[in-house]
């Protein structure tokens, strides 16, 4: 077949350590047989095992050993690369010759843990050390890629996630643009009242940091923006956002709120409001509101359906509004990227039965956040929908929504806590009212709050274990006319019941953003099957992603609470801070290149690299890859008809001749008649 | 060994997802089927298919291909890309005369160890089934057919 090609024409000096990893491998696999087996292989000069290769006396074995017998590759047989493959190239280096001149055979997680079958494991193992043989002959010398890394950081969403971590960097002294879509950064915290369990007011905490933000000279806050493209990689992103025409000048507006108050359009408030209120068609979302300069609601401003009014523009003392302003383009560069972008909450009339949406007096969790609030739609009382009528009793419906196979499967974990909440807020606004919570398991961890779930549970609130089947305003008895009842299981009683109730508040789980894949596809990482974002690792790596410079935090990772978001938002702008610090990464030279005199300009590889590191010389007629944009995938590498792309350290060679090590005792027999 | 037939299987998994589910598959003793000799590849999208013909050749009774979830993929839509190239391959090989089961493709994420195990225990059980391969008589003929020529690279 390719017989030229099994022994290279100089043999190397190949060092085989096998480790034990105490009887973590070796109580499996034969170490001791392996290594003597390995000595078979013509190009391997030493070949050993050793109880711990990662401990410093194996790393020194290999230094030694190069030192020494001169070795020219170096093969370890141990756990997974993911784990030690650092380690070692690291004391391949120190030994004198070239860190990618190592490879590593994953005999552990491949191999002894993965079978109890001791001769099968052996025998895996032999394949797994052979096809490293055969494959380090073929290594050749790389160095690592440097990266700068430009300071500057972009964080998308301006909620208290990308507040928290635009202020850490920001004080720290670095460069830091926050891009929000709103038209004021706040998010959903600023539409909440309390927070749970304290009871702090939400506002009170929150706006001090939002007017920080504000007032930060290392902070460009891009409100009313959305990303619209982004290139590069760690180190050198360019980031193209649209800055939306707010039909103001921002320099000249002085946030006095008269051009607000004159607007004669009224506008039920959908975003803020959570569809309770009504705000103006040129509004801020509320008073507080950072940036304080209002947006023009273009869809629903009186001048852009007929050309009159202009209401706005005559009561403006600074002639700020531009009605005729264009969306602007700014391409801005960064060096690193946190993504904050959020939840969106689950659309209650996706579950018909629960009559949000058709029957008045069932609320949306948001809308009752903003109905109990001092400076909400209704001054922070507590009413059905005609506006006046205090409610006699209230249910509040937990996980609508979540923990539902035919919804969200998972616990959205902040419900149990809110619902106590929103039980609490009901004692404390109307004292005779009666509060029952229908539950399904009551989740409260967290630090403080069992001890508030034993609070409510001394307020008096009824609770009631069971999913609710059904809120209908059909009585079957005097009881129940004019009432909501409530159709629900009592796993405690072990009985169905149903409760007439004045009002229904719905606790809906969090989500992910309805955009959330197109986000990660924007940003080439990776999002869940429930849209919520990858971690780089659930455990050790929460706010890294797949892709270096990108980080994530709060709730667009998954649902969790303020204290939570507030800690990952450290979290990544700390991770962000250290690659800052650092001024440079080296990155692995697992790219791709092309032999130019060899390509026929085919083209097939141009439309398939994701990154459009491929370009076409249009007077050599070859393709060319820009080694900067080149993320190592090797897709074009397997897709060149002429096999002339190289994929560094991912060699067709290579891998060939893993495969060869790899089936050493499959080898078919020689054909009969070749021709 | 027993008498039983030992199917070799050889497998191409991505480094982002695939060897990190055979990574977690060891890591919580999952044992499954010793059958499975990985391959680490950056992406699937890097399995060329002269890989798995090649495989084939030299004596593997079956491969599998595994990468991260459409969608999923750490560089983008490389998964796609092996997915569309799978498909062609396929077609080709059935021509052959290739079974079906011996060449299959697995979307195994990082948190799948169990899913890359079930898999390797079922392709082992279904490659058993059928037998070993014998790509040179299957492939080559028995009357000394002119051998497809597959490009060396």
Known sequence: MNDKKQIPEQLEKVGVYICHCGSNIAGTIDVEDVAKWAKNNPNVEISRNYEFMCSNTGQELIEKDIKEKGLTRIVVASCSPLMHEKTFREATERGGINPFLFEMANIREHGSWATNDKAAAT?????????????????????KIPVDINPATLIVGGGIAGITAALELAEAGNQVYLVEREGTIGGHMAQIDKTFPTLDCSACILTPKMVDVGQNDNITLLTFSEIEDVEGYIGNFTVKVRKKARCLIEELCTSCGICEEKCPVKVID??????LGYRKAIYRAFPQAVPGYPVLDKDNCTYFENGKCRACEKFCPTDAIKFDQEDEILNITVGNIILATGYDLFDARRIPQYGYGRLPNVFSSLEFERMVNASGPTEGHIVLRDGVTEPESVAIVHCVGSRDQNYNEY???VCCMYSLKFAHLVHEHIPEAVVYNFYMDMRTPGKGYEEFYHRLLKEGTHFVRGRVAEITDVGRNPAEEGKLIIQSENTLLGKQQRTPIDMVLLSS???ARHDSEEVSQLFKMGCGFDGFFTERHPKLAPVSTMTDGIFIAGACQGPKDIPETVAQAGAAASQVAKLINQGTVMMEPVRASIREDECSGCRICNNLCPYNAIEFDDEKKVSRIITALCQGCGTCVAACPSSVIDGAHFTNTQVMAELKGLLWDVQPAPQKTPA | MSEQFEPVIVGFLCNW??????????????KYAPNLRPIRVMCSGRVDPQFVLQALRSGA????????????????NGNIKALRRFLLLKKTLSQWGIEDERVQLLWASASEGIVLAER???????????????????VLGDNGAIPIPVKEI
Do not use: F
């Open chain 1, 509 to 511: 789980g969090m989500q």
């Open chain 2, 17 to 30: 997802c695939s060897y990190r589910a055979a990574d977690l598959a060891g890591t919580a003793r999952i």
């Open chain 2, 61 to 76: 009774d079956g491969v599998l291909i595994a990468g991260c979830h459409p969608g999923e993929c750490h560089y983008v």
């Open chain 1, 411 to 413: 616990c959205s974990k």
């Open chain 1, 123 to 143: 025998q895996k193992a032999k394949a797994l050390v052979n096809g490293a043989i055969e494959r380090v002959v073929h290594q050749v010398p790389l160095e």
């Open chain 2, 120 to 138: 390797v225990n079922k392709m082992t059980e279904e490659i058993r089934a059928l037998g070993p391969l014998r790509w040179h008589d299957k």
């Open chain 1, 270 to 275: 959908e975003d803020y409001g959570a569809g």
